[in-house]
């Protein structure tokens, strides 16, 4: 199986930034895309950003210019920097994986797999 671990978040001031990092491990052969959603509370959840195994990044309106997704392939870890942060984008954060995972010799499965989740609050 892949398990995806979150770190990063916390009480922030408006306007302030935050950096979330995600990493997965176990017996992963390669990674396609790569994604953070938020929920906020009473809300469903959203995408915020993504990014494919080429680079390609995609993001909500919501967060254009103000939040950059990127990518490590070496270290399977996924990057959310969140710049002038606002009270809306107060959520609990979750990072999003799928790709193939080795299941024997020469053989794979997919997998998509979620992080537990981690709160960021922005409020003075």
């Known amino acids: 199986q892949v398990q995806l671990v979150e770190s990063g978040g916390g009480l922030v001031q408006p306007g302030g930034s935050l950096r979330l990092s995600c990493v997965a491990s176990?017996?992963?052969?390669?990674?396609?895309?790569m994604a953070w959603y938020r929920q906020a509370p009473g809300k469903e959840r959203g995408l915020a950003a993504s990014i494919t195994s080429g680079g390609r990044t995609v993001y909500a309106d919501s967060v254009k210019g103000r939040f950059t997704i990127f990518r490590d392939n070496a270290k399977n870890t996924v990057y959310l920097q969140m710049n002038n942060l606002k009270p809306e984008d107060t959520a609990v954060y979750y990072c999003?994986?799928?790709?193939?995972?080795?299941?024997?010799?020469?053989?794979?499965?997919?997998?998509?797999?979620w992080g537990q989740g981690t709160q960021v609050t922005v409020s003075s």
């Open positions: 999003n994986m799928d790709g193939r995972r080795r299941t024997g010799y020469l053989l794979y499965a997919p997998f998509n797999s």
């Open positions: 176990g017996t992963i052969q390669d990674i396609a895309g």
